[in-house]
């Protein structure tokens, strides 16, 4: 089936040069536009060399003596006599023991000292340790002893310190160290809040209290 159509009449065929002859009159309409110059109608103003003078006063020179160094006392030599009398019985000791003398025992009045050894630090226990009065009150400690650093503050860091310490057999807590950092000043907050807390429950084995370690997180969040 043959088309009707003329083919002088088709107008696609005349896109292409139009397109290119489009672009081009846009460059250089682009081109003119950046590398127009407008010089200002009028006469530049005249800068005249300036003539002030400053003067600039001399400072004479002034040399100054130090101060006499203060006068010391000599040091008082105090004269010890080197005569010193010795009473021989004092000291009776005889270097010429033979083989077969008994050399007595010495017997100290106090018992030799013990080893004392620290009790084992658990890292497991079947109680834990636990603040007193629970959550509610150790949120509460929080609350009224945990000050948010200027530094963090105008940084705007926030985030969590995990800090980790020592349950002792009576409650006591000791060697508070930071597990996770976050800078800012927060890390030294949380080990001056855990190291000056209240006494704890310590944790139990077989119902006995044992040391523990105890690892908590403290939160720093802005508003």
Do not use: H
Not at 43 to 72: A, H
Not at 94 to 107: A, K
């Amino acid at each position: 089936m043959e088309t009707k159509k003329n083919p002088n009449a088709d107008l696609r065929k005349w896109s292409t040069p139009l397109f290119y002859f489009g672009l081009t009159c846009s460059l250089g309409i682009c081109l003119t536009a950046f590398e127009w110059k407008s010089y200002p109608e009028g006469k530049l103003k005249e800068i005249n060399s300036q003539t002030d003078i400053w003067e600039i006063p001399e400072v004479p020179i002034s040399i100054q003596t130090p101060p006499p160094p203060p006068e010391t006392a000599p040091p008082l030599v105090t004269e010890v006599p080197n005569e010193i009398t010795i009473d021989p019985q004092d000291f009776n000791i005889d270097i010429n023991m033979g083989e077969d003398v008994e050399i007595p025992t010495v017997v100290l009045p106090n018992s030799p000292p013990k080893d004392d050894k620290a009790d084992e630090i658990l890292d497991f226990t079947e109680v834990q340790a636990t603040f007193k009065g629970g959550m509610e009150k150790w949120t509460a400690y929080l609350k009224e002893n945990l000050t948010y650093p200027s530094q963090a503050r105008r940084m705007g860091i926030e985030g969590v310190v995990l800090v980790r310490f020592v349950v002792n057999k009576d409650g006591s807590v000791q060697d508070a160290e930071v597990v996770r950092s976050l800078g800012g000043g927060c890390d030294e907050i949380a080990l001056k809040v855990v190291a000056n807390s209240p006494e704890w429950n310590p944790g139990k084995i077989g119902g006995n209290a044992v040391r523990s370690r105890k690892v908590i997180p403290i939160r720093f969040r802005l508003n």
